[in-house]
């Protein structure tokens, strides 16, 4: 069964740079949801979509962004990028109840 | 705000026994929600079980169960014949019940180690 898919696995940047992470939803599910988890930390949500419109927003810094496109994929776009953003990074997707998570990106900041 | 608790950081539990997991929330919606998701060294999020708040029965999943307490706003994980894959961080979440489904707010999580 196809399950969702991230890209890159594995990301590192410096302070400052910028890191955009993509996101490819399980064919026919229409909402993302995008979460961050950090070392042992529990996963925090940031933004979700909805046949591509932004439908619910959580503690997502105004330095990130995201979007979702016409084919469902979503990216979420980060900037400035702070130590502290470096996590992991999960997509989810789902046709309506039970989420499904991608593998995640782990991001490194240095 | 809608929050879960799970008060063990850390349980270990012997192969091929049973051992629980527990989870509190605090919500005042009547309709949501709840689900356990098993984390393996992989940091894959998988889902165990699922409950929905209107349904009085438990859910089942083969050797995974749940106890639903809803008055008590209590929901654990009891895994029976515990096997070395089960060794894993579980995580109890919560989610609102809407149109397009709803975000997912997890507890801190619990370590499980299973003893061989």
């Known amino acids: 069964a196809a399950g969702v898919i991230q890209s890159p696995r594995h990301l590192i940047k410096e302070k400052r740079e910028t890191a955009t992470l993509k996101c490819y939803p399980i064919?026919?599910?229409?909402?993302v949801y995008w979460y961050q988890q950090g070392p042992g930390q529990d996963p925090q949500f940031l933004i979700s979509f909805y046949e591509k419109m932004q439908s619910d927003k959580g503690s997502i810094p105004d330095r990130f962004s995201a979007q979702q496109f016409s084919d469902y994929h979503s990216e979420l776009n980060m900037s400035s990028l702070e130590l502290g953003d470096s996590a992991l990074y999960f997509c989810?997707?789902?046709?309506?109840?039970?989420?499904?998570f991608g593998p995640g990106t782990r991001l490194t900041v240095t | 705000a809608q929050t879960v608790t799970q008060s063990q950081p850390e349980m270990s539990v012997q192969e091929a026994e049973t051992v629980t997991l527990s989870c509190t929330y605090d919500t005042s919606e009547s309709d949501y929600y709840l689900f356990w998701y098993k984390q393996p060294p992989s940091r894959q999020m998988i889902l165990v079980i699922r409950q929905e708040a209107y349904k009085q029965q438990n859910a089942t999943e083969n050797r995974f169960s749940v106890n639903f307490q809803k008055a008590a706003k209590s929901f654990s994980l009891k895994i029976s014949d515990s096997q070395l894959g089960d060794a894993a961080m579980y995580f109890c979440a919560y989610s609102p019940k809407g149109n397009q489904g709803g975000k997912l707010i997890f507890g801190q999580g619990t370590e499980l180690s299973v003893k061989p």
């Open positions: 989810a997707s789902t046709p309506r109840l039970e989420q499904y």
């Open positions: 064919p026919r599910h229409d909402t």
